[in-house]
Each structure stands twice: as structure tokens, then as C-alpha cells.
């Protein structure tokens, strides 16, 4: 808003009749965040003028849920790291979760700095705990990964399988890291776990065939890579775990 527009305004409240009292911030929290949920477009407009009238880090949280719900990847990025940014000069402690909104926003816009940045941010504010704790060490993971830190991501995913144990991701993610460090042992186990938790994840079954065939197991391979086929042909995983079965096609 810009000081020509100023004078105006304050004109127009002066002069306007008054009208009901505007909900407590709470309330409206609520309302946008259920907005952003079951009508993100709704939610955007919604937590734009809640903004204008000064709702601060609260309306700019809304505003990055109502992107994240439409994949409005780096756009919802963006708005966590203002909210999280807003709510640390404010010295409210939810900057943590907005920080840890970032990071996996950004992770989803392939940013992976950027996401690394904003986890180290989460993760050094020390109030993280338990499922909230081990989500955001699996998502630095992640952007470990990606930036080619493998041990650092070993490092992070062992606190997340200590914070969230039953989160079949991090021992999927676990299993798919000691696979590409060739700890077979540690793949073999950490994959069996993932399978205990989330068998019904092509994801889950298409690591379990790669695992299986880095152990020279054929029969364990062709039959987690035809399970995760059945499960959801149309899927990324589906369609690798399809890819790798040719290569028994020719074998008599």
C-alpha cells in the first residue's frame, strides 16, 4: 500500500458505518485453513485480504496450504519461508513448522538448496519433536540425497527412523540409500521393514525387486517387480518395476 493511498483510507474508515467485529485470529485460522483444503482458490483470496488487514504470519501459512494444495510448488515455498521468516521476528515458536513447510514445499519444486536451507532452519530451532522431528530429518535427507551428501542423508534418516519408526518412507528411503552405498545387510532389513508397514506402495515393492536383484535373488526380484505392476500399472514405480521384468522376456 503505498502513502498516496493512505490519507484516503483512513478517510473512508473514519466515515463508514461500523459494522460487526471482525472474528478472533483464531477462528479465522481455521476457516482459512479449511478453505485451503476444500477450496484452495477460495483460500488464496481469502488469505490476501486477511493479509491486508494485517494477519500476518498466520495468513501467510494459510496462503502457502492453499498453493500446496493446488502443487503450486515454489509458490507455496515461497509463502511458508515468509510466514516462518514473519513468525521468527515475532519470536512465535510455529516458525519451526513454517520452516519445515518450506523445505518439503521446495523440495516438491525441485529445489533442493533451497530445501536444505529451510530444514536446517526447522530442525536448529530445537523444538521439534517426535513425528514433526523425524519428518523434517527425512525430508533433509532427501535434499541430502539429491546434493550427492550421501553420508550426511544417512546421518539424517537414522534420527528419522528414531523419531518416526513407523513411517514406511523413511524405511523405504533408508533401504534405497544403503542399497546405492552397497550395505546389502542394512537394504535387506530396512526394506523388509518398509514392506511391513506399506506393502501396498508400488513404490515399496519396486525397491524390493532392486534390492532383491543387487543379492542375485531373480525369483525375489521378478516378484516384487510383478507386485508393484499389479498394484498400480500406470504409476512411475509401476512402470519401472514393468521395464525391469523384460529383461527376463528372453530368457528361455
Not at 484452495?40 to 494459510?62: D, V
Not at 492453499?66 to 515468509?82: K, M
Not at 510455529?94 to 530444514?119: E, F, I, M, T
Not at 519408526?165 to 526394506?191: C, F, G, K, N
Amino acid at each position: 500500500m503505498t502513502l498516496l493511498l493512505l490519507a484516503p483510507l483512513l478517510l473512508a474508515q473514519a466515515t463508514a458505518p461500523i459494522g460487526p467485529p471482525a472474528p478472533p485470529p483464531s477462528q479465522r485460522y481455521e476457516k482459512c485453513l479449511d478453505l485451503a483444503n476444500n477450496n484452495p482458490t477460495l483460500a488464496e483470496a481469502e488469505a490476501g485480504q486477511w493479509q491486508l488487514a494485517g494477519g500476518g504470519f498466520l495468513a501467510g501459512q494459510c496462503l502457502g496450504m492453499a498453493y500446496a494444495n493446488e502443487q503450486r510448488w515454489p509458490a507455496a515455498a515461497t509463502a511458508f519461508d515468509a510466514a516462518a521468516r514473519a513468525a521468527e521476528k515475532a519470536g512465535d515458536g510455529r516458525s519451526v513448522n513454517y520452516w519445515a513447510q518450506a523445505g518439503n514445499a521446495w523440495l516438491a519444486a525441485g529445489d533442493a538448496p533451497k530445501a536444505r536451507a529451510a530444514l536446517d532452519a526447522a530442525l536448529a530451532g530445537g523444538s521439534l519433536t517426535g513425528l514433526p522431528l523425524g519428518e523434517a530429518h527425512l525430508d533433509r535427507a532427501r535434499a541430502m540425497v539429491a546434493g550427492d551428501d550421501l553420508d550426511g542423508a544417512r546421518d539424517d534418516l537414522d534420527r528419522a527412523l528414531a523419531e518416526a519408526p513407523e513411517d514406511p518412507l523413511a524405511w523405504l528411503l533408508s533401504a534405497t540409500l544403503a542399497r546405492r552405498q552397497r550395505q546389502i545387510v542394512r537394504a535387506q532389513h530396512d526394506i523388509a521393514e518398509a514392506l511391513r508397514l506399506g506393502s501396498d506402495d508400488p513404490a515399496v515393492q519396486l525397491e524390493a525387486g532392486n534390492i532383491a536383484a543387487f543379492a542375485k535373488d531373480e525369483a525375489g526380484a521378478r516378484a516384487a517387480w510383478q507386485q508393484a505392476v499389479n498394484l498400480r500399472p500406470d504409476s512411475a514405480a509401476g512402470k519401472s518395476a514393468a521395464a525391469a521384468l523384460l529383461q527376463f522376456t528372453a530368457k528361455p
